[in-house]
T-cell receptor
Framework: KAGVTQTPRYLIKTRGQQVTLSCSPI?????VSWYQQTPGQGLQFLFE???????NKGNFPGRFSGRQFSNSRSEMNVSTLELGDSALYLC?????????????FGNGTRLTVT | DQQVKQNSPSLSVQEGRISILNCDYT??????FLWYKKYPAEGPTFLIS?????DKNEDGRFTVFLNKSAKHLSLHIVPSQPGDSAVYFC?????????FGTGTRLTVIP
């Protein structure tokens, strides 16, 4: 079974631009969540999608948005990029089932904002 | 406000000795905890979990202890191996709660 796939792996953008990151979950997984990892801040939860609906949201500004498609693939968009948005963005999926099921992570997209 | 805290950002241990990683939480409503391990340039991978109906769960060299009265859990790795060198995250879940700790970087010295 293929794992969680995130594209692209690396991205360099300029302040003010916008960016879209993509995540393909494990086949059969309907929940996709997104995280931002920066040094010293751990994994900051952005949002979770389930069956195309956002079901949970972290404390990030509205510049961060996402969506999920009918095939469970998800995209995350960041508009008006700031230098502080430079981070590793991780996506995770989990199967339909108890909320205690472990998350399966992709290898992330490294975003650098200059 | 950080609901899950890992107060030690780093830990160094000699190979063969015990590694103890700690995690504190504030919200008792969510009663299931997982530990993940993360290597550089890779996503985190699930390691071990524990439910609040237990106070200990063991899987090979890894044991997680839960102290509900202190709102504290710990991950013990015995014996530690160089391949265990990674960042470890604790995760409190339940009712769609998806909070992670800030992580502890474990270095196992050969």
């Amino acid at each position: 079974k293929a794992g969680v796939t995130q594209t692209p792996r690396y991205l360099i953008k300029t302040r003010g631009q916008q960016v879209t990151l993509s995540c393909s979950p494990i086949s059969g997984h309907r929940s996709v969540s997104w995280y931002q990892q920066t040094p010293g801040q751990g994994l900051q939860f952005l949002f979770e999608y389930f069956s195309e609906t956002q079901r949970n949201k972290g404390n990030f500004p509205g510049r961060f948005s996402g969506r999920q498609f009918s095939n469970s693939r998800s995209e995350m968009n960041v508009s008006t990029l700031e230098l502080g948005d430079s981070a590793l963005y991780l996506c995770a999926s989990r199967p339909t089932g108890p909320d205690n099921s472990p998350l399966h992570f992709g290898n992330g997209t490294r975003l650098t904002v200059t | 406000d950080q609901q899950v805290k890992q107060n030690s950002p780093s830990l160094s241990v000699q190979e063969g000795r015990i590694s103890i990683l700690n995690c504190d939480y504030t919200n008792s409503m969510f009663d299931y905890f997982l530990w993940y391990k993360k290597y550089p340039a890779e996503g985190p991978t699930f390691l071990i979990s524990i439910s609040s109906i237990k106070d200990k769960n063991e899987d090979g060299r890894f044991t997680v202890f839960l102290n509900k009265s202190a709102k504290h859990l710990s991950l013990h790795i015995v014996p530690s191996q160089p391949g265990d060198s990674a960042v470890y995250f604790c995760h409190q879940t339940g009712a769609n709660n998806l909070f992670f700790g800030t992580g502890t970087r474990l270095t196992v010295i050969p």
